[in-house]
């Protein structure tokens, strides 16, 4: 059986972690539908379209899994932030028991209505009128066995429905009357929370920093499926020849900055660039060859190459997202230990330099 990953482009420490657990799960091929970091191998990467909603965005991946023709039939759909976490035979079929039930536990937990649970609703109430009475929830955060026509179905009722957040798992499941066993969901979604034991764990945007040093301790090489690391043998030749072209391989991060102001991770160690891009940045001596920037970015100005990510000085606060918030942290030296949210660290940092203002 093939899995199947619906991810997000950029960088993503969590799928990292999610492809070595596969060593304790058997499987065929390993595919990737939306986008996938540089450092991926192995893998089969299918990019889709990434600029609507999330909840469309995996819509689409996900009926673009199922029309492949390569794909397994059934494969194991996964997110990027599920981990398996001790040996398993194969993906079982779990549920988190009646949609009701899970209705009333988060209303009584969060207390706000959401586009997710309004969802939840409206798939609940779709599946009623289909006759099915009480409607289990697969909406767990474990990987789900799916067969590739029936998810199609699934999903063709959903949007005919007209549902824009439509629980893509607990229509199909229900439609299908796959059954399964119930447990509780595994995802850590606070700090607060103990990691679950068991076979699946998963991890939120928030609480990655949590669960990240459980799976180091259980997964702490790298995989067949990421770039090995360069050993120091090779470090000690970097340059090689590529076709008879001179290459050189990244041994710290390089960036740079867009006329947008932005900051942007362009090289990571590993990755194999042309010698006179490698002179371009700084990383061998000498002058390059004018030429167009690299991933077709234009940046008004390089910056050094290093191993640290650049704190960007000139963006406000309020503009920056959570990696650049982190390296003004490291920058000024604030500790930024229980900050999850851009909120919590514009606070963090603002809190701190007015109390050395003071000082």
């Known amino acids: 059986m093939d899995v199947v990953y619906l991810c997000r482009t950029g960088e993503n420490e969590e799928l990292r972690y999610s492809l070595r657990s596969l060593a304790n799960l058997p499987h065929d091929r390993v595919w990737v539908f939306g986008g996938a970091p540089d450092w991926v191998r192995g893998v089969t990467v299918v990019p889709t379209f990434q600029r609507a909603s999330k909840h469309a965005v995996t819509t689409r991946s996900l009926r673009d899994a199922c029309n492949h023709p390569d794909v397994s039939d059934p494969f194991a759909l996964f997110n990027d932030d599920f981990y398996v976490t001790?040996?398993?035979?194969?993906?079982?079929?779990?549920?988190?028991?009646?949609?009701?039930?899970?209705?009333a536990d988060y209303a009584?937990?969060?207390?706000?209505?959401?586009?997710?649970?309004?969802?939840?609703?409206?798939?609940?109430?779709?599946?009623?009128?289909?006759?099915?009475?009480?409607?289990?929830?697969?909406?767990?955060?474990?990987?789900?066995?799916?067969?590739?026509?029936?998810?199609?179905?699934?999903?063709?009722?959903?949007?005919?429905?007209?549902?824009?957040?439509?629980?893509?798992?607990?229509?199909?499941?229900?439609?299908?009357g796959i059954g399964g066993r119930r447990i509780e969901d595994v995802k850590v979604f606070?700090?607060?929370?103990?990691?679950?034991?068991?076979?699946?764990?998963?991890?939120?945007?928030?609480?990655?920093?949590?669960?990240?040093?459980?799976?180091?301790?259980l997964f702490p090489g790298p995989s067949c499926y990421e770039l090995q690391p360069v050993t120091p043998a090779a470090q000690s030749n970097r340059r090689i020849?590529?076709?008879?072209?001179?290459?050189?391989?990244?041994?710290?991060?390089?960036?740079?900055?867009?006329?947008?102001?932005?900051v942007v991770l362009m090289y990571t160690p590993g990755m194999v660039i042309p010698d006179d891009e490698a002179r371009r940045v700084g990383l061998l001596a000498g002058d390059a060859k004018p030429e167009k920037p690299a991933r077709g970015l234009s940046f008004k100005e390089l910056m050094q190459a290093t191993d640290e990510a650049p704190t960007p000085k000139s963006k406000p606060l309020s503009r920056m997202n959570l990696g650049e918030l982190r390296a003004v942290c490291a920058a000024e030296g604030i500790d930024p230990d229980g900050a999850n949210t851009r909120a919590d660290f514009v606070a963090l940092i603002e809190a701190a330099r007015a109390s050395a203002d003071e000082g």
């Not at 001179?246 to 102001?261: C, D, I, L, N």
């Open 86 to 103: 001790a040996p398993c035979a194969d993906v079982p079929v779990l549920h988190r028991g009646s949609v009701a039930h899970v209705m």
């Open 108 to 176: 009584a937990r969060l207390g706000v209505e959401s586009r997710y649970l309004q969802g939840m609703a409206e798939t609940r109430d779709l599946l009623r009128d289909l006759g099915i009475a009480e409607p289990l929830s697969y909406e767990l955060h474990v990987p789900l066995p799916v067969c590739k026509s029936e998810m199609l179905t699934a999903l063709e009722i959903g949007m005919a429905a007209g549902i824009p957040v439509l629980h893509k798992r607990t229509m199909y499941g229900n439609l299908w």
């Open 190 to 217: 606070d700090w607060r929370r103990p990691v679950p034991r068991g076979p699946w764990l998963s991890s939120g945007d928030a609480t990655f920093r949590r669960v990240r040093p459980v799976l180091s301790t």
């Open 241 to 262: 020849q590529t076709k008879g072209v001179p290459v050189f391989t990244v041994t710290k991060r390089v960036y740079g900055q867009a006329e947008s102001g932005r």
